[in-house]
Nanobody
């Protein structure tokens, strides 16, 4: 089993920046895809950004040009750099990892991001 622990959430003013971290309890070399998802109150969970083991990234249209996802396999950690934050970015952000050869899908416990206007 793998534990994913998010950190870096908090309260920030619109236009500000935050960096989220997702630390895994073991090596992430075998994680085919890692990603960040978010869920705002009353809304469904949505994909924010994903990154494959080969470094291919994918972003939701709403965050393109503002957020950057990257992973450091040697530190067993994935990051989400968030710039130019908007009030509509307010949500609980979750870390996800998919490990296909085990048929496993892992989730963190979530971290709250609140952007004030």
């Amino acid at each position: 089993q793998v534990q994913l622990v998010e950190s870096g959430g908090g309260l920030v003013q619109a236009g500000g920046s935050l960096r989220l971290s997702c630390a895994a309890s073991r090596s992430i070399f075998t994680f085919d895809t890692m990603g960040w998802y978010r869920q705002a109150p009353g809304k469904q969970r949505e994909m924010v950004a994903t990154i494959t083991s080969g470094g291919t990234t994918n972003y939701a249209d709403s965050v393109k040009g503002r957020f950057t996802i990257y992973r450091d396999n040697y530190k067993n950690t994935m990051y989400l750099q968030m710039n130019s934050l908007k009030p509509e970015d307010t949500a609980v952000y979750y870390c996800n990892a998919v490990e296909r050869f085990r048929g496993s899908d892992y989730w963190g416990q979530g971290t709250q991001i609140t952007v004030s206007s």
